[in-house]
């Protein structure tokens, strides 16, 4: 069951991963030049390419496998799901260490150490999916307290001693080792490690799996595309510049991530126990509270782009606000239907259909973004993502409509009705402390 103690605990992790992400751009953009930040980026596009991917793969199978269910019910399918995280891991550095042979410079030697940051960082991120399949949200926020205790521990010795970028691998690697260290005191690993687990295990992984990889390959790779496109055609630097918008705009995605590793596991739970009306229900508000909540920020960072830029990262990215402003404004208002359509047909057993929406529009953005950058230059990249998205989230409407009989204007209504409680709110806070006085 979903408590305001989860919810709670899911905010002050986002909070804390907020913080984090915010403070690792600002630190990188400060401490190392473009050509250096803008290596970064393109290794951190590399690692969230290849991580989506792992974990497409581990995560709708394990909490599918486990909502609603006891540890020892569920004690094959969670060892099968560890063991698949750590051969897919292992098969991926090999790759990695493969495509540093053709590079050079600090790319070259940030691919060489990929192992020491992509191998604890999966370990950590497992705990944290089998923590969310539990609703257990204050051991997540927890652990990534530890997490961002160390980071900025090792960043601060990254600046008094002056090491180069790639330095950056080791302090993130050690950070995740022991924020898993701390986790790991919550998960039963002697339980589950001892049981076999079965051939159907291996079928339902690929099954749910297989449909989640497939649509994160294709979407991982459209949304990073045009930093790939930016340093072929245009320059390092404008990569840098492109880097920082879409990293500041992912910022506004972890209240999204956070909201919807909720959404899931009570989604697959009422599905499981054909409860339909509490299927449209949970996913109306916990949308709409996450649409509220994330809405008036990003007015605030459209309205303050330049200024924030300049403040954060240096006046030479300042003029990267136009990029910003649209990476935050679909962050904020589209992305979060796709991620919840996602969640809500994987949890009725129809992963298929949003596999088909995420192959069209990113196949429509990979397109549209080599036209447009290649035509109007780095303007093209933000637009080409507008553009796609606004098809995707028409056709997605459609489809919650005919699959679930949800209409996203009512979650626009709920949207409203969580201002004007929190407004009536206030307004009876204070007239009770009007009435005191």
Same mark, same amino acid.
């Given at each position: 069951?979903? %408590?305001?103690?989860?919810?709670?605990?899911?905010?002050?992790?986002?909070?804390?991963?907020?913080?984090?992400?915010?403070?690792s751009i600002i630190f990188i953009t400060?401490?190392?030049?473009?050509?250096?930040?803008?290596?970064?980026?393109?290794?951190?596009?590399?690692?969230?390419?290849?991580?989506?991917?792992?974990?497409? =793969?581990?995560? &709708?199978?394990?909490?599918?496998?486990?909502?609603?269910?006891?540890?020892?019910?569920?004690?094959?399918?969670?060892?099968?799901?560890?063991?698949?995280?750590?051969?897919? @891991?292992?098969l991926a550095n090999v790759c990695i260490l493969l495509v540093a042979i053709f590079v050079e410079g600090d790319l070259q030697n940030l691919l060489l150490l990929y192992g020491a940051y992509s191998?604890?960082?999966?370990?950590?991120?497992?705990?944290?999916?089998?923590?969310?399949?539990?609703?257990?949200?204050?051991?997540?926020?927890?652990?990534?307290?530890?997490?961002? =205790?160390?980071?900025?521990?090792?960043?601060?010795?990254?600046?008094?001693?002056k090491l180069p970028v790639h330095s950056l691998i080791l302090v993130l690697g050690v950070a995740s080792l022991l924020a898993g260290f701390y986790a790991s005191f919550k998960i039963p690993y002697q339980q589950f490690l001892q049981r076999k687990n079965e051939q159907e295990e291996w079928r339902h992984l690929l099954q749910v799996g297989g449909y989640a990889m497939l649509r994160e390959a294709t979407s991982a790779l459209s949304s990073r595309i045009s930093l790939f496109y930016a340093s072929t055609f245009i320059s390092i630097q404008h990569t840098a510049w492109l880097g920082v918008s879409q990293r500041f705009a992912?910022?506004?995605? =972890? &209240?999204?991530?956070?909201?919807?590793?909720?959404?899931?596991?009570?989604?697959? @739970? $009422?599905?499981?126990?054909?409860?339909?009306?509490?299927?449209?229900?949970l996913f109306h508000q916990t949308l709409s509270q996450l649409i509220a909540f994330t809405l008036p920020l990003a007015m605030v960072v459209v309205c303050a782009s330049s200024y924030l830029l300049s403040l954060l990262h240096g006046q030479a990215y300042s003029e990267a606000w136009y990029l910003l402003s649209i990476y935050v404004v679909v962050a904020a208002i589209i992305t979060p239907f796709g991620t919840a359509f996602g969640s809500l047909v994987t949890a009725i057993g129809k992963p298929y259909l949003?596999?088909?929406?995420?192959?069209?529009?990113?196949?429509?953005?990979? =397109?549209?973004?080599?036209?447009?950058?290649?035509?109007?230059?780095? &303007?093209?990249?933000?637009?080409?993502?507008?553009? %796609?998205?606004?098809?995707?989230?028409?056709?997605?409407? $459609?489809m919650l409509r005919k699959e679930a009989g949800i209409d996203i204007l009512e979650t626009w209504q709920y949207v409203i009705k969580n201002y004007t409680y929190l407004l009536t709110l206030i307004k009876t806070k204070t007239e009770k402390i009007v009435i005191v006085k």
């Open positions: 069951m979903i %408590t305001n103690k989860t919810r709670g605990w899911a905010l002050v992790n986002n909070v804390v991963e907020l913080c984090t992400g915010m403070g400060r401490i190392f030049s473009m050509n250096e930040t803008g290596a970064w980026f393109m290794f951190i596009a590399l690692f969230a390419l290849v991580s989506s991917l792992r974990d497409a =793969l581990i995560q &709708p199978a394990l909490v599918k496998r486990m909502a609603g269910r006891t540890n020892e019910e569920s004690a094959g399918a969670i060892q099968l799901n560890f063991l698949a995280m750590f051969s897919f @891991e292992a191998l604890p960082n999966a370990w950590f991120r497992w705990q944290t999916f089998f923590l969310r399949a539990k609703l257990n949200t204050q051991t997540i926020a927890i652990s990534n307290c530890v997490f961002a =205790l160390v980071q900025w521990i090792g960043f601060a010795l990254l600046a008094v001693w992912q910022l506004f995605l =972890l &209240p999204n991530q956070a909201m919807q590793s909720i959404l899931f596991p009570g989604l697959v @739970e $009422h599905v499981n126990r054909d409860q339909a009306t509490k299927v449209k229900l949003a596999t088909r929406i995420v192959l069209v529009n990113s196949v429509i953005n990979i =397109l549209l973004g080599y036209l447009l950058m290649n035509t109007w230059g780095l &303007p093209g990249a933000p637009l080409a993502m507008l553009l %796609t998205e606004i098809f995707g989230l028409f056709w997605l409407t $459609h």
